[in-house]
């Protein structure tokens, strides 16, 4: 396995933390390469939960080096604070984080410019995690963002800080605390102290880490559905969240990439706002938000949920180029009749098949339903693909089939050990 992709293939929330947990014990180096503390991932190892946003899910696994790479956007008062909750739970980090110092820092202004907007735009609202993710994009292509290498060196920060600002005056009252340039500078020299020993130029490192053999495993946050290039657009998060983005955000060439693996949950959910042609407003969307615990980890929004949307699926196993598929929440299905999956839809009275680039087609989207009977049996203790009821093997091979991969993973319950390891190779 010398490099594996992992990455969600809906929009988002796919369980990839799970499945990147379980894969990073054959990988070396894990590596984060665009988004930043928008991302929420959950493990769960026995009775304990972890929760997070920067650092990579597989720093759980001893002996791994986590990697943020150029592509991701920093919130350095986030990272510390979940390398102190490590710390404080008997995790350490040192040796083992490396950040890149190339990555854009996310600044005060960053959030206060997202707030203003988010809160003045009415119906063209986002629902965005107000992280300060899309403006800290846009400072990054403007030119004008912090690197984390600006934190080591006072009068650049400054300089930037001050340009920053400049930006963010149009848009805040006088008195927001994100316009106060000492203050910023000072509160981000004092993060750059604290991640100093973590600055590294990772493209270099990963690239000697992949000729001399290790392996990488990139952990994709966000889905496909989210890609700023090819996902709902505008409803978009500001990175490329599909495989797409995994070069721009690491410094590791195309042909240095041997595997994609794509992420799917046995239903679908999106938090925010944006077309979802699947959506269930009714008990069975009530049903799997509450046996899914479908509620953000960022931001504990609620999330919207529905059907398996295979229209979407083909689409983000066509960008990916998905090799195998891993499954998850396929337990959360367990004891509906029914099941259903979109695999078209009408559009202006004409069916179709191909997933519509503009906004309004997919609101306009009406599911064409095939449908798929369910199980009863409780399937958390199931270790086999071949101990699966029935019709829960034939929904987990509809979906291989819908995305034209074969299936490595299925994902049973919260647990690690609520895995089952396909014949599929993962890695
Ligand atoms: P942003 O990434 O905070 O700019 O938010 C843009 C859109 O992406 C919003 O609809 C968010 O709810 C969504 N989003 C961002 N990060 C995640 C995530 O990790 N999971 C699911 N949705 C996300
Ligand atoms: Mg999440």
Redesign the pocket.
């Known amino acids: 396995m010398p490099s594996t992709v992992i990455v969600g293939m809906q ?3 796919e369980g990839k933390a799970k499945v990147l947990d379980f894969l990073a014990e054959d990988a070396d180096l894990i590596v984060r390469y665009q ?1 930043g503390a ?3 991932h959950t493990v769960v190892i026995g009775d304990d939960r972890f929760a997070f946003h920067l650092v990579p899910s597989g720093i759980l696994r001893t002996g791994k080096v986590c990697v943020i790479g150029n592509g991701v956007v920093l919130d350095p008062e986030e990272i510390i604070g979940e390398i102190d909750e490590l710390a404080t739970r008997g995790v350490g980090v040192k040796g083992r984080l490396l950040i890149s110092n190339r990555a854009h820092i996310v600044m005060p202004y960053h959030k206060a410019v997202e707030k203003a907007q988010e809160e003045g735009a009415g119906v063209g609202k ?6 300060g ?2 403006p800290a994009y846009v400072d990054k292509y403007r030119r004008t963002g912090v690197r984390a290498m600006d934190l080591l060196d006072e009068s650049i920060l400054r300089a930037k800080v001050a340009e920053g600002v400049k930006w963010t005056i149009p848009f805040v009252d006088g008195d927001n605390p994100a316009l106060d340039l000492e203050k910023t500078v000072s509160d981000y020299m004092g993060y750059g102290e604290r991640l100093g020993e973590f600055l590294v130029d990772s493209a270099t490192f990963l690239n000697a880490g992949y000729a001399a053999g290790k392996a990488l495993l990139f952990e994709g ?3 496909t559905l ?1 890609d700023v290039d090819f996902g709902t657009y505008p ?4 990175s490329s969240s599909s495989a797409c983005g995994v070069c721009a955000g690491t410094g590791i060439s195309p042909r240095h990439i041997d595997r994609v693996v794509g992420v799917v949950k046995a239903y679908t959910t999106r ?4 077309p979802f042609p699947t959506e269930l407003l009714d008990e069975t969307g009530e049903r799997l938000r509450d046996v899914g615990g479908e509620f ?1 980890t ?1 931001t504990g929004r609620p999330r919207r949920c529905g059907w398996l949307d295979a229209v979407g699926l083909k689409f983000a196993a066509m960008l990916n180029g998905v090799d195998a598929i891993a499954i998850t929440k396929l337990d959360v299905l367990t004891g509906i009749p029914v099941i259903r999956i979109a695999v078209a839809y009408r559009i202006a009275g004409k069916e179709t098949r191909e997933f519509p680039v503009g906004v309004a087609a997919l609101e306009a989207a009406e599911p064409v339903y095939e449908e798929m009977p369910g199980w009863e049996e409780e399937i958390g203790d199931r270790t086999r693909l071949e101990d699966l009821p029935d019709n829960a093997r034939r929904y987990v091979d509809r979906i291989a089939d819908i995305c034209g991969s074969e299936t490595a993973l299925v994902s049973v319950g919260r647990n690690r050990r609520e895995t089952i390891v396909a014949g599929g190779e993962c890695n």
């Open positions: 929009w988002g929330d988004g928008n991302a929420g986002i629902g965005t995690t107000l992280r993710i899309g946050a966000q889905g989210l409803y978009v998060t500001s938090v925010g706002a944006g953000g960022t």
